[in-house]
């Protein structure tokens, strides 16, 4: 078999089992979920996010370090950092936007107010990305020195973990808030 091909296999299979692993984690929690007003509105886009924006940090890496503008090393790099803050940024920003549009439709569709779904969304972004976010940049980092293809990897991987990682950030902040 080609080396690609087992890549690309053995991580669209384990991504299949994580995101098992996701749903049964959500419902487990359905009936804290159920508690709060507009976090169902707010699930799908938050965990469609977390993929996306982790997804694209670990692209952009992968690009880095095949064309030789990063090296897989964490200290003193200027690019690393600068991939780091524009997630954060990104996280930040859709994860407040999420809990507005989540708010905004419990409110006008159900005519119930309830604000704290804008902080439990972004009390679950930042605590996803603190997660995600390394978890990304290492794995990427390891594949990319062991001789694999982060590109035919990270993709299923990020949207596993961050499936996982965004549902239990989403449950422990419905829990400080």
Known sequence: MDRDFREILTTELISVTGGLLAGVLLAFATNQIELIPGVLILLPGFLEMRGNISGSLSGRLSSGLFLGALKPEVRN?????????????????????????????????FGIGSPKIILIAFAAGLLSSIIEIPLTIITTFWLFRHGHDPNNIMGPYVTTTGDIVSIASLLFAMVIV
């Open 77 to 109: 790099n200027r690019v690393l950092r600068g991939n780091i803050a524009a997630a954060l940024l990104l996280v930040i920003l859709v994860s407040t936007l999420l809990g507005i549009v989540a708010y905004a439709a419990t409110y006008y569709v």
